[in-house]
């Protein structure tokens, strides 16, 4: 496996991947609160390689999920209660993280975290925030799993979808000096 920045010609596969997941999450498989035609789009994708900030995960050449990171905070955040009150230049933050179904349960999703973090620290932003819906049990267990503090959630519309309870969540990655011992 490894990961790259997302070039136009992978678009069709990662609209592939949304669908998928929007499929599921139609038929009660997965808890997202995407919705068809509204969040996540071909837009979405087409956006994240515009800004040059979305990476896919590859295996055997075949695209099996994507991500976008960027230090970009939705202003929903600002709702939030962060334990770490740092500059956003020391921010990073993943969005739109997408595995394709198929591929679930593979690591895939634990790879597409690894180089989250080591991008994070490759760009002096040792700070990680990110956020999924309440209803998203799995994705929230997962990302406990990974040292991640839920930090409260916020009541919004997001990404265009009302009545969304996103759940803010946030890891640092600076060891202090009790952690160093």
Known sequence: MYIRKALEKDLDRIEEIYDAILKDTEDGLIHTNWQRGVYPTRK?????????????????????????????????????SWEYEVADNL????HTLTIDPKFKNRGCGKYLMNFYEDYALIHSAPYLRMDTVETNIDALSFYKKLGFK????????????????????EKSLVKTKKEAE
Do not use: H, W
Not at 57 to 78: C, F, H, S, T
Not at 91 to 94: F, G, L, Q
Not at 150 to 166: A, E, W
């Open 44 to 80: 979405t994708a087409e956006e994240g390689i515009e800004k040059k900030e979305l990476f896919v995960l590859i295996d055997r050449e075949k695209i099996l999920g994507a991500a976008k990171i960027n230090q970009e905070q939705v202003p929903e955040y600002k709702n939030a």
């Open 150 to 169: 839920n930090v409260g959630t916020v009541s919004c519309t997001f990404n265009g979808i009302p009545n969304t309870n996103l759940v803010c969540l």
């Open 91 to 94: 921010i990073m933050v993943i």
